[in-house]
């Protein structure tokens, strides 16, 4: 049956009146339609590996997708044996008419997403996105802009998505690109950031190699430090500076801008230390809309624990980024797990990931 097919407005629009638009979204993914009127469902169309373990896929989404812009990422759900997970995964090209969009995602051993993604999808499945998200963006620049991307593994997503936007522009600005990996064979886009390079003399790209055994010329080995910084980017001082990857790498090269670069921004794909919690009780979390009770330990994420009781609510980034997971909190006090501060307000908006009940809480859940 084609999945091409679109009701005309008023009749969508009349039996959503009817039935509700759960109903005929049901409908349509049970006969294999791609419209919705709610979701946003997407069809691959095209994938390659960029390494080994790294594939990219273009997407096509259905008309409810609103775009998005460079540097934004997206939740993207997909179903395994039967199970739905939902990850989020950046935008590793640049916006375009075409309407397409492309995600590029790095196998990470044991994972459940990364490896369906990487070893299953094929062309022609249907992938769920939700809404794009994200505020590290592209900011206006003219050639005198000195901007400087750092990125680590599979952080180069969202970095790639501003070179390549920059390229569309004829790259009106100066830019240093950090790359760190452990292997040559490592590098993602390594062809096309080579290519941009020698076309663009304003782009320079610094591979920065963990393992590698033999450098070639003007490559760097090393993670992040004092010394590699003042070799590097004698500049540092006039480069706004743009960080992706795992937190670590995250809070490494932070302290090595703080009080020099002029302007940090950046985005972790891993989850940051939780505050450890002292906590050994037991709370009662009452959950309203399912008029449900059940007893979780405090100190564990709200997300984790009702999970570990069957319960699946939505959710997204698994660290308090993307909303997707945020319920209402009737009453009741929550801690923080990212900085430690207890919420005490009743009726307050609750990232239920990255915080954790300290006495019983009702939920609108
Ligand atoms: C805003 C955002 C954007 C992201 N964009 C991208 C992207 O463009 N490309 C991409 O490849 N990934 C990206 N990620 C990471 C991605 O969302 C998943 O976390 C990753 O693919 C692992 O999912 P999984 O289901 O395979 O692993 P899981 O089954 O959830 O986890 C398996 C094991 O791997 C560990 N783990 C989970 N995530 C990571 C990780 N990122 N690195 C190392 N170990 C991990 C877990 O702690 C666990 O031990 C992004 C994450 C965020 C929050």
Redesign the pocket.
């Known amino acids: 049956m084609s999945s091409q097919f679109v009701l005309p407005t008023f009749v969508s629009r009349t039996l959503q009146a009817v039935v509700g638009a759960e109903f005929l979204d049901f409908w349509a993914a049970e006969l294999g339609f791609d419209a919705r009127i709610q979701r946003t469902i997407s069809r691959v169309v095209a994938r390659w590996m960029e390494t080994p373990d790294?594939v990219t896929l273009v997407l096509k989404p259905n008309s409810n997708f609103p775009g998005f812009q460079a540097g934004q990422?997206v939740n993207l759900t997909v179903e395994i044996d039967g199970v739905r997970?939902t990850?989020?995964?950046?935008?590793?090209e640049a916006p375009s008419a075409s309407g397409l969009v492309a995600?590029?995602?790095?196998?990470?051993?044991?994972?459940?997403?990364?490896?369906?993604?990487v070893d299953n999808i094929a062309i022609g499945d249907r992938i769920e996105l939700g809404l794009p998200?994200?505020d590290m963006l592209l900011p206006a620049t003219t050639a005198d802009s000195k901007l400087l991307f750092l990125a680590a593994?599979?952080?180069i997503?969202?970095l790639m998505s501003f070179i390549r936007q920059l390229a569309v522009q004829g790259m009106p600005a100066d830019v240093v690109l950090m790359y760190y990996v452990r292997t040559r064979q490592d590098l993602i886009f390594a062809k096309e950031l080579g290519s941009l390079a020698a076309q663009y003399p304003s782009l320079r790209v610094q591979p920065v190699y963990e393992l590698e055994a033999e450098l070639q010329d003007g490559e760097l080995s090393g993670r992040p430090s004092r010394e590699q910084f003042d070799a590097a980017l004698p500049d540092l001082n006039e480069r706004a500076v743009y960080v992706c990857g795992?937190t670590g790498f995250m809070n490494a090269v932070r302290g090595l801008c703080d009080g020099i670069a002029p302007a940090f921004h950046a985005?972790?794909?891993?989850?940051p230390a939780f505050v450890p919690s002292t906590s050994t009780g037991i709370a009662r979390l009452f959950l309203s809309k399912s008029n449900r009770t059940v007893e979780v330990p405090e100190g564990m994420p709200l997300l984790d624990a009702l999970e570990a009781q069957g319960i699946k609510p939505q959710s997204g980034?698994?660290?308090g980024?993307?909303n997707t997971c945020a319920c209402g909190k009737a009453s009741g006090v929550t801690r923080n797990l990212l900085n430690n501060e207890l919420s005490v307000d009743a009726n307050a908006s609750l990232r239920i990931c990255v915080n954790a009940a300290v006495g019983d809480i009702t939920l609108d859940l």
């Open positions: 790294t990422h997970h990850r989020s995964y950046s935008f590793s995600i590029t995602i790095k196998k990470v051993p044991n994972g459940r997403v990364s490896s369906h993604l998200f994200g593994g599979s952080g997503t969202p795992p985005e972790a794909f891993t989850p980034c698994r660290m980024i993307c």
